[in-house]
């Protein structure tokens, strides 16, 4: 029986659809059956990010709306076998679908897949209760600037509000630098702020633009900050014990080949 | 279920030179055409139970659905569906054709992956041996030399 993850927010631009395609790239990587659903209808962008915009036939409002099997409907990914995408519609609007049906839907995906992430559009009206009816986690993601923790509060709220207890917070765009400098919001102000558990911390990085311009996701990137972020965030998911990565660039050289060869 | 993108000298039994011949074209005559003078973008749609031309571009997210013939006289990087009823003489035509997803009747076609060609002409998509071949249109060509 698998798990109905919704990665939602409130503000739009602060990276839930990235975050859905990485964590949902990633919890495949491992092995895991993963279906990424798009609830974005009018405005859809989750296949453009996972490269997989001209393999689209029937979307999820043909699925709802009995067009088509939901079988018919699933794109599988370019390169991992277990990731597929229900994408959403782009010529219809968010009153296509209700409730009810993305329970129905959640459910059905349930009995074949490990993982089901949705990807929640911006807004607390119709898309969103869309988005969340079937879910049974919640994942809300923000960024370190004041409107942006705003109205994570307010979605937490109005989570709560619908029985999705204990929500996990991303922070996403962080710029080390800027906050000790005290000009960014720190991890801990956030905290205190939204009083919920941390699920992981993403730095600012030029990588995920590249990587998601490219249609491909910085999950799968060895090298970067960001994809080491985003690798940690999914096995945190799964139920390992990761320790938050730490962000400070500020030590020397020296310091941290030492860390390196384990003298410290 | 990429294209075949047959090019000028592929298209041998015609006049040799590319072009289509008159008689090629000839089913296309339809009165039941509409025009559309705009640019449609993402998430705009067109369904038409005819011929549909575009004055515009049509932008990725967009779609054009007609049963007859998609002709556009701009750039088409949106999903076209030409003979969506089912007529595999359909045509899809375009100043620029980069679709992101292009079908006619029951076939559905996508460019190759990792491939952004610009072929710089305008071109012509249309079923041929039960595929969807991809050829140069040179518009005017015997049009302008006899009498329709």
Do not use: W
Not at chain 1, 114 to 132: H, L, S, V
Not at chain 2, 85 to 106: C, H, W, Y
Request: net charge negative; hydrophobic share 40%; proline share 4%.
């Amino acid at each position: 029986m698998g798990e109905v993850i919704v990665i939602t927010s409130g503000k739009g631009g602060v990276g839930k659809t990235t975050t859905t395609a990485n964590i949902g790239t990633g919890l495949a990587a491992m092995g895991y059956k993963v279906v990424l659903v798009d609830t974005d209808i009018g405005l859809r962008n989750l296949d453009v990010v996972l490269g997989l915009e001209n393999r689209i036939v029937y979307d999820l409002v043909d699925v709802t709306s009995g067009n088509c099997r939901l079988r018919q409907a699933l794109i599988k990914d370019k390169k991992l076998d277990g990731l597929h995408l229900l994408p959403a519609a782009q010529t219809k609007d968010k009153t296509a679908i209700n409730p009810e049906q993305m329970r129905q839907l959640c459910a059905d995906l349930k009995k074949e897949f490990d993982y089901i992430i949705i990807d929640c559009p911006a807004g607390i009206e119709q898309g969103f209760r869309n988005a969340i009816a079937g879910a049974e986690k919640a994942v809300v993601v923000t960024t370190p600037e004041v409107s942006a923790v705003r109205d994570a509060d307010r979605i937490i709220g109005l989570l709560e509000a619908a029985d999705l207890r204990e929500p996990k917070l991303i922070i996403n765009r962080i710029r080390p630098k800027m906050v000790r400098q005290g000009d960014m919001m720190s991890i801990d102000d956030i905290i205190d702020i939204l009083a919920v558990d941390l699920l992981g911390v993403i730095p600012e990085d030029e990588m995920i633009v590249i990587m998601t311009n490219r249609g491909e996701s910085v999950v799968l990137d060895q090298n970067s900050r960001s994809g080491q972020a985003y690798r940690n965030i999914v096995r945190r998911l799964t139920g390992e014990e990761v320790p938050v990565m730490n962000f400070d660039e500020n030590e020397g050289f020296f310091k941290k080949l030492k860390k390196m060869i384990g003298i410290k | 279920m990429a294209y075949q993108k047959g090019g000028i000298q592929k298209n041998t039994h015609s006049t040799g030179s590319g072009q289509g011949t008159l008689s090629d074209y000839e089913d296309m005559v339809d009165e039941n055409t509409i025009l559309v003078q705009r640019t449609l973008r993402s998430g705009q749609s067109i369904r038409y139970a005819g011929n549909i031309v575009i004055l515009g571009d049509v932008n990725p997210g967009a779609e054009v659905t007609a049963t007859g013939n998609v002709i556009v006289m701009g750039a088409l990087r949106g999903v076209v569906h030409a003979g969506a009823s089912g007529d595999e003489k359909a045509v899809v035509m375009a100043f620029r054709l980069q679709p992101t997803q292009l079908r006619i009747a029951n076939h559905i076609t996508r460019p190759p992956d990792n491939e952004n060609v610009d072929p710089g002409l305008p071109e012509l998509a249309r079923i041929r041996d039960g595929v969807v071949t991809i050829e140069a249109f040179y518009p005017g060509g015997e049009r302008q030399g006899k009498p329709v």
